[in-house]
C-alpha cells in the first residue's frame, strides 16, 4: 500500500488540524471500515511527519527550560503513589 500523501501539511497545526478530521470521521457510524483503515494510514502518516516537525524545530532557551520544567512535572507524577488515590469501599479499602 502506497503512503498517504501528506504534502499539503507543513505546519503542526494543520496536521492537528487534519487530525481532528480523521477523528470525526472514524467516529462517523457511517464511515465503512475501508475508509476507517485509509483513514487510520493517513493519520499515522501524519503523526509521523508532525513528529519530524518537532524534532526538527529549533527551541530558545526558554523553550527549552519550559519544556523540561513540563516533562520533569510529568515525570513526577508518573510516579506518585498510588496510595494518594481514594479506593473503592471508603477509606479501609477492604470490601465489606
Not at 31 to 36: A, D, G
Not at 46 to 66: H, M, N, Q
Not at 84 to 95: H, K, V
Amino acid at each position: 500500500m502506497a503512503r498517504p500523501d501528506t504534502s499539503r501539511y507543513q505546519t503542526f497545526g494543520d496536521i492537528t488540524g487534519r487530525l481532528d478530521d480523521i477523528v470525526a470521521q472514524v467516529r462517523d457510524k457511517d464511515v465503512s471500515l475501508e475508509r476507517s483503515l485509509d483513514l487510520f494510514d493517513e493519520a499515522i502518516a501524519l503523526g509521523s511527519k508532525a513528529v519530524d516537525l518537532v524534532d526538527a524545530t529549533d527551541f530558545s532557551p526558554e523553550e527549552e527550560a519550559k519544556l523540561d520544567e513540563a516533562q520533569a512535572k510529568d515525570a513526577d507524577a508518573a510516579e506518585s503513589p498510588e496510595a494518594d488515590r481514594p479506593q473503592a469501599g471508603g477509606e479501609t479499602g477492604g470490601a465489606e
